[in-house]
């Protein structure tokens, strides 16, 4: 669903704007046809080379334009780590970078195409937004506002959503409870940990944006134990809440992907509930450290 | 040149692309220090970041920046650093040292001005032969035949590739034009660089043989 969103909006932006160019390594290509015949000299599919891809992009955006990347995110990121820093980061140039895969979306193809690793590798890099939308109507919104600056963003779509979709892209309360206890779902984590938390005496509050952060939002909601949920390699976001509770008196439990490879294949929910991310495994952890 | 001594490390690398750069700034290139953010200025990316200092000193003579900077390469607080900034040096179009990107950025760059009309504008981007070791060369390579993007890239070839090029430079880049010319020789440089073929060009220049 969110990577229909993503061709229908980006082929949209493409005819909208003249700024705005997409670059493929085969990955999508078949589904960004129609753009690519339209826009022949903005729509550029370099082929299987995931390296020339970012690069191509850092390229586009030295002469002004705005490029948007897409591939698996274990290629666009893990593989081309490099040309992330330096084609883009290191020139101050820009790109959108979207990805699919995600942590185990493709689950029965292997560790290969999986990258829980991602938002972490993104997190040693200076100035990029990463979004994690819970819905495809959020992508669609994230997307279409990163056609307007030149800043580094990271669109990581999921093959599965929240039931409703949350406009914005700042912390929001879910669901109110009057312990100090805040569990903060990122992205399609937010049904999973409604599921997971029912009858529970916690805050629960969702963000689609983990970078920046709005750990303004967090703090309002004077926490005494913080408890995140993110789809990609646990922990990967204590860094960020650990400088913003630094002068707060707190506990904290970071959930989410295991560094452990997971030689199974199956379903993304098998995965899910491998690594304790279904609503189960959430309650037991959850309940555990209450 | 005479003013440059900090860069002792680089300089077998330094030295190899000086008469190339000269011929470039002098003769080739359509930019000048007032016309460096103009949209429609020809591009010249120096992928091998290693050894600047005749870059530096290129652009010094060219009035990009004072020279007094030539001093003071690596210092604290130099804008010119062993490898060159673009973000820090008037001039620099990338900012390059891990070997193996100014390639997929210049291909980036001349898509870039094709679509936004600049077709008279050309791309430059210039490399060494024991650059071509990295991977990522020969993905914009195979790119840039397969599509006939009219990228001009210039390979010094002072043999520093550890295992050498059996059969050659030029049959690594198969579907571009090619010229062979002798990297001392100007009237030679200027005539492969003026040339412009309507798909890749690669002039691989030839200088004498790194160490010696």
């Not at chain 1, 809440?241 to 008196?249: D, F, K, R, S």
């Not at chain 1, 995965?271 to 309650?283: E, S, T, V, Y």
């Not at chain 2, 870059?55 to 804008?79: N, T």
Request: aromatic share 6%; hydrophobic share 40%; net charge negative.
């Amino acid at each position: 669903m969110m990577r229909e969103t993503f061709v229908a909006t980006t082929t949209a932006l493409l005819a909208e704007d003249p700024r705005t160019a997409l670059v493929l390594a085969d990955i999508s290509a078949d589904a960004f046809e129609p753009a690519r015949r339209r826009h022949p000299d903005r729509v550029l599919n370099v082929g299987i080379r995931e390296q020339l891809m970012t690069g191509v992009a850092g390229g586009l955006a030295l002469t002004g334009l705005r490029p948007y990347v897409h591939s698996y995110a274990p290629f666009a990121v893990d593989r081309a780590y490099e040309q992330l820093k330096l084609d883009l980061g290191h020139q101050d140039a820009g790109a959108v970078i979207v990805t699919i895969g995600g942590s185990y979306d493709a689950s029965a193809e292997g560790y290969t195409h999986q990258s829980p690793g991602d938002v972490a590798l993104l997190d040693t890099l200076e100035g990029w937004t990463v979004h994690v939308p819970g819905h495809a109507d959020e992508a669609a919104e994230m997307l279409r506002a990163a056609a307007r600056h030149d800043d580094r963003v990271y669109v990581r779509l999921s093959a599965t959503q929240n039931a409703k979709a949350c406009p914005g892209t700042d912390l929001k309360v879910i669901r109110r409870g009057t312990s100090g206890a805040v569990v903060l779902a990122v992205g399609p984590m937010l049904d999973p940990v409604l599921a997971a938390t029912w009858g529970l005496d916690v805050t629960v509050a969702y963000t689609n944006t983990p970078r920046p952060l709005d750990t303004a939002g967090l703090l309002a909601l004077h926490p005494t134990e913080v408890i995140v949920a993110e789809p990609y390699l646990a922990g990967t976001s204590s860094r960020v809440i650990a400088a913003a509770l630094a002068h707060v008196p707190h506990r904290s439990l970071h959930l989410g992907v295991s560094r452990t490879e997971h030689r199974g294949y199956g379903t993304p929910a098998d995965h899910a509930a491998h690594h304790g991310l279904d609503a189960m495994g959430l309650r037991r952890s959850i309940e555990e450290f209450l | 040149m005479a003013r440059i001594t900090a860069d002792r490390k680089h300089a077998p690398s330094a030295y190899s692309t000086l008469d190339v750069l000269q011929v470039l700034y002098d003769r080739v290139l359509r930019i000048s220090p007032e016309t460096v953010d103009a949209p429609d200025r020809d591009r010249f990316l120096l992928s091998k970041g290693h050894g600047p200092a005749a870059y530096y000193a290129v652009l010094a003579a060219k009035g990009y920046f004072p020279a007094e900077w030539l001093d003071d390469i690596g210092g604290r607080g130099s804008p010119l650093g062993h490898h060159p900034d673009r973000v820090l040096v008037p001039g620099v179009e990338v900012g390059t040292g891990s070997l193996g990107h100014g390639l997929g950025l210049a291909t980036g760059v001349a898509l870039g001005l094709r679509a936004q009309g600049y077709v008279g504008t050309r791309t430059f981007v210039l490399l060494g032969d024991a650059e071509l070791d990295e991977g990522s060369n020969h993905e914009a390579i195979a790119y840039l035949a397969a599509v006939g993007l009219p990228v001009t890239a210039i390979v010094i070839d002072n043999q520093s590739a550890t295992h050498g090029w059996p059969g050659g430079i030029a049959v690594r880049f198969p579907g571009w034009q090619v010229s062979h010319v002798d990297g001392r020789d100007h009237d030679d440089i200027a005539a492969a660089l003026r040339e412009r073929p309507d798909r890749p060009h690669v002039v691989i220049a030839r200088v004498e043989p790194k160490g010696q």
